[in-house]
C-alpha cells in the first residue's frame, strides 16, 4: 500500500508578547526572556548579565506594575487580548472563501506565553503540517522579526517531525497595509476634526544597530512616505519620530519625547499620533505616547493631543492579513 501524505495548512499570527499578569514577578519573568535576547540587547553577554539581574531585574519589574495595571481589561494584557480577536476575525474570513476554508489561525508570542513550543504542538497534534508565520511587525528588524524567527526554530529545534514553514519578512510597502493606515487617520479625521500636524511614532532600536545592517530605519521611512503620500500630506503637515529609548546609548532620532515637548513649547494647538509599527495597542501606544507623551506636550503648553490607535481587529486590517495570507500560502 501506497499511504499518501496530506499536509493540513495553518497560520501564526506573531507578535512580541506581554506578561501573563501585572505583577512584579510576572513583569519580571517576562523581561528576563525578552532582554536576555542577544537579538535585542547586544551589549556583550557577560556586561550585561550583571546589568540585566543586578539592577535591571531588581527595580524596572516593580516600577511597571502600574503602568501595565492602568492598561489591564478585563483579566488580559491589550497585546494578547487584541491578537486573539485578530486571529478570531481572520479565521472567520478565511472559513468564508472556498480556497482557504479548512486553514486554521492560531497566533503565538515570541516571549512569554502561548510560546511557539505550545503552539506548534497543539498543531502538530491536530494534524497541520504546513505552516505561513506571520510576524505582525510591518518593518523588518532584527530586533524583532529575526528574534522571532529565532523562537520559532529553537521551537522547531525541538521537533521530531518538522512541519513546512512559510515566513513573511515584512509587509511595509504593501498597499492594503498603507490604506488602512491612511483609512484609519481618515476616519479619525471625519470624527474627531484634522489636526494641524500629523505625527508617525515608531519604536526606537539603538542606531548602532542601523549602521550595522538593520533596515528598520528605511522601512519606517518608506511606510511613513506612503502615507502622507496617499493622505496628501504636504512635508509641513506630518513628521516622524521613534519612541521607547531605553538607556544611555543614541537611538534613531528624533525622539518622540524629546519632539512632545518641543512642540508643546511652541503652544501648539492640534496634534495627531499614529504608530504605524504597532499592529496591536499595547503598553508602548496605550501608556507610553497616549499618557506619558500626551503629558510631556500638554504640560509644555501645548493642546489638542490626538492619539489614533493601532490597526488592531478593524476589518481593513483583517483585509491585509487575509491578503497577505492568500499572497504567500
Ligand atoms: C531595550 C531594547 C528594546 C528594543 C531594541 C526594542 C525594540 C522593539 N520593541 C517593539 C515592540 C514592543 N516593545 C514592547 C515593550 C518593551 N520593549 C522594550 C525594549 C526594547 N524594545 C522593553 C524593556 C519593553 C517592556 C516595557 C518597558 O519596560 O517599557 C512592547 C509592548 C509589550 C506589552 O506588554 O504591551 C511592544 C509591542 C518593536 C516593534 C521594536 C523594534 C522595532
Ligand atoms: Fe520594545
Ligand atoms: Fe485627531
Redesign the pocket.
Known amino acids: 500500500m501506497n499511504p499518501s501524505v496530506d499536509s493540513k495548512k495553518a497560520v501564526l499570527l506573531v507578535?512580541?508578547?506581554?506578561?501573563d499578569e501585572p505583577t512584579a514577578p510576572a513583569i519580571r519573568r517576562?523581561?528576563k526572556e525578552?532582554?536576555s535576547d542577544p537579538r535585542?540587547?547586544e551589549t556583550p553577554r557577560v556586561i550585561w548579565w550583571f546589568i540585566l539581574n543586578l539592577i535591571?531585574l531588581r527595580f524596572?519589574p516593580s516600577k511597571?506594575v502600574e503602568?501595565?495595571s492602568g492598561?489591564w481589561q478585563d483579566g488580559e494584557?491589550?497585546?494578547r487580548r487584541i491578537t486573539n480577536q485578530q486571529v478570531a476575525k481572520l479565521q472567520q474570513r478565511l472559513n468564508r472563501n472556498i480556497q482557504t476554508q479548512h486553514v486554521k489561525v492560531a497566533a503565538a508570542m515570541t516571549y512569554g506565553n502561548p510560546s511557539f513550543q505550545t503552539v506548534l504542538k497543539e498543531l502538530q497534534v491536530d494534524g497541520y503540517d504546513d505552516i505561513l508565520v506571520l510576524p505582525l511587525?510591518p518593518?523588518y528588524?532584527a530586533?524583532?522579526t529575526a528574534a522571532s524567527w529565532d523562537a520559532l526554530s529553537r521551537a522547531i529545534k525541538k521537533m521530531r517531525n518538522i512541519p513546512q514553514v512559510h515566513f513573511i519578512k515584512r509587509y511595509c510597502q504593501h498597499p492594503l497595509y498603507i490604506e488602512a493606515l491612511a483609512t484609519t487617520v481618515r476616519n479619525h479625521w471625519e470624527s474627531t476634526g484634522r489636526q494641524a500636524k500629523l505625527f508617525f511614532s515608531?519604536?526606537?532600536?539603538?542606531k548602532s544597530?542601523i549602521d550595522k545592517g538593520d533596515p528598520?530605519q528605511s522601512e519606517c521611512i518608506t511606510t511613513a512616505n506612503l502615507v502622507a503620500e496617499a493622505l496628501q500630506l504636504s512635508d509641513d503637515q506630518w513628521q516622524l519620530c521613534y519612541q521607547?529609548r531605553?538607556?544611555a546609548a543614541e537611538?534613531l532620532k528624533p525622539y518622540t519625547d524629546e519632539t512632545m515637548k518641543a512642540l508643546g513649547n511652541t503652544k501648539l494647538k492640534g496634534l495627531d499620533v499614529i504608530c504605524p509599527?504597532?499592529s496591536?495597542d499595547?503598553?508602548?501606544?496605550?501608556e507610553?505616547i497616549d499618557e506619558e507623551n500626551r503629558g510631556y506636550f500638554e504640560a509644555a503648553g501645548g493642546s489638542d493631543f490626538h492619539y489614533i490607535p493601532a490597526l488592531n481587529d478593524q476589518d481593513i486590517h483583517i483585509d491585509l492579513l487575509e491578503a497577505l495570507v492568500k499572497e504567500n500560502l
Request: net charge negative; glycine share 8%; proline share 9%.
Open positions: 507578535n512580541l508578547g506581554t506578561p517576562y523581561l525578552f532582554l535585542v540587547i535591571i524596572r511597571l503602568p501595565y492598561i494584557s491589550p497585546i511587525y518593518q528588524s530586533t524583532t515608531f519604536h526606537g532600536i539603538p544597530y528598520y521607547s531605553v538607556g537611538w509599527g504597532f496591536a499595547c503598553l508602548e501606544t496605550i507610553e
